[in-house]
Each structure stands twice: as structure tokens, then as C-alpha cells.
């Protein structure tokens, strides 16, 4: 089966710009998680949906970063405006069900913020 | 904040050897899931050890979970240049199924 896609793979921006980060997940899977990991640390959940419903938020910085899955399947993470601090690998990842089911990550996008 | 916190931090051995990582985590799980991550990758999930479990095995892969400890550790024999990665540690909780990764170590095997 197809993995999940990521895109873009980089994005350089500058301090105070927009930036819009796409994932595909598995077919079929219900769950999909947006995970922000910063270098030298291990990924720390932004996100988590069930179908299209949004399941915990609680880590998201919702100042400047927003979500959504459209239709249930494809969901984009936006960060307006971008921080210095920003500057991470997102990850996207999805599974069949909640709790309990091994997730399937994307290669990430690294982002770089100057 | 990171919930489990994996041990050593970096570790090296000679293609071959056994690689033995550790994770601690503070509060009762429900799940705990090993992931391999190489470098400039995303995550590839290894094994899933249920809390009334206690050992698991996948091919060169061995899990232990402790919960009177709240600890894990995963066992790689026969280690090979491939498994040269970081292994991270998650798990998930009663009441709150969100996953936690640990810090991750740094496993090298040297050829």
C-alpha cells in the first residue's frame, strides 16, 4: 500500500511569513496526527484527528498554527505567522484506529525559519 | 512535555554485537511502541507491547516492559550497519491516547 505523503519536503521562509504544510494519509486510515520535531528531540503531537473530527489540540500553538482534514482524508497545517522557533521537521502520521495501533509516518517536511 | 526518556543518549558498537536501549516513562500506560527513525526520515514503527505484557519478540527485535518500574528496554542482536538510527519510545495512556515520545538514542554500529 502507499505510504503517506508529505509535501513540500523543505521550506526556507522568513520570520513573520505564512507557510502551509499538505499530507495524504494511508487510505483508509481514520486517524491522522501532525507532529512537530524539533532537532535532537523526539516528536511531540500538534494534532490529532478521527475521520474529521479533531481528538486532542492541547500542544498546538493556536495563536499562529491551524489545522484541518478535509473530508476525512487530506489535511494541511498552516502557521501564520512563522517564529525563529518554529524551525522543526513536521511530521505527519496516520493509523487505522486510535490508541493502540502502530502509525505510519511521512518523510516530513523540514522547515526552516530565517 | 516528553514522557518516557530513553537510556543511554548515544551509544556505539561493532557490527555484530548486541544493542541494548532503555525508556522510562513517569506515569501507568496503556501501550508502549518502539519506533526507528534514520536519518532525515520519518518514523517507522518497530513493535507494540501491550501493558499485560511482558516480553515481545520481532525477528532480531526484543522488547521487555516492566510496569512495577515503568520501564522498557529493546534488545537488537546481531546488530548490522543498517541499524545505525535513533530509537524512540512512545507511549499512550488511560485516558489520554495521546502517543509520547521519549528523548531517543542514537545507536551507531560501527562496521
Known amino acids: 500500500e502507499a505510504g503517506v505523503a508529505q509535501s513540500p519536503r523543505y521550506k526556507i521562509i522568513e520570520k513573520r511569513q505564512s507557510v502551509a504544510f499538505w499530507c495524504n494519509p494511508i487510505?483508509?486510515?481514520?486517524?491522522l496526527y501532525w507532529y512537530q520535531q524539533i532537532l535532537g528531540q523526539g516528536p511531540k503531537l500538534l494534532i490529532q484527528f478521527q475521520n474529521n473530527g479533531v481528538v486532542d489540540d492541547s500542544q498546538l500553538p493556536k495563536d499562529r498554527f491551524s489545522a484541518e482534514r478535509l473530508k476525512g482524508v487530506d489535511s494541511t497545517l498552516k502557521i501564520q505567522p512563522a517564529k525563529l522557533e518554529d524551525s522543526a521537521v513536521y511530521l505527519c502520521?496516520?493509523?487505522?484506529?486510535?490508541?493502540?495501533?502502530?502509525?505510519?509516518f511521512g518523510p516530513g517536511t523540514r522547515l526552516t525559519v530565517l | 512535555s516528553q514522557q518516557g526518556e530513553e537510556d543511554p543518549q548515544a551509544l556505539s558498537i561493532q557490527e555484530g554485537e548486541n544493542a541494548t536501549m532503555n525508556c522510562s516513562y513517569k506515569t501507568s500506560i496503556n501501550n508502549l511502541q518502539w519506533y526507528r527513525q534514520n536519518s532525515g526520515r520519518g518514523l517507522v514503527h518497530l513493535i507494540l507491547i501491550r501493558s499485560n505484557e511482558r516480553e515481545k519478540h520481532s525477528g532480531r527485535l526484543r522488547v521487555t516492559l516492566d510496569t512495577s518500574k515503568k520501564s522498557s528496554s529493546l534488545l537488537i542482536t546481531a546488530s548490522r550497519a543498517a541499524d545505525t538510527a535513533s530509537y524512540f519510545c512512545a507511549t499512550d495512556a488511560w485516558g489520554n491516547e495521546k502517543l509520547t515520545f521519549g528523548t531517543g538514542t542514537r545507536l551507531t554500529i560501527i562496521p
Open positions: 502520521a496516520s493509523s487505522r484506529n486510535k490508541r493502540g495501533y502502530e502509525q505510519f
Open positions: 487510505s483508509g486510515h481514520a486517524t
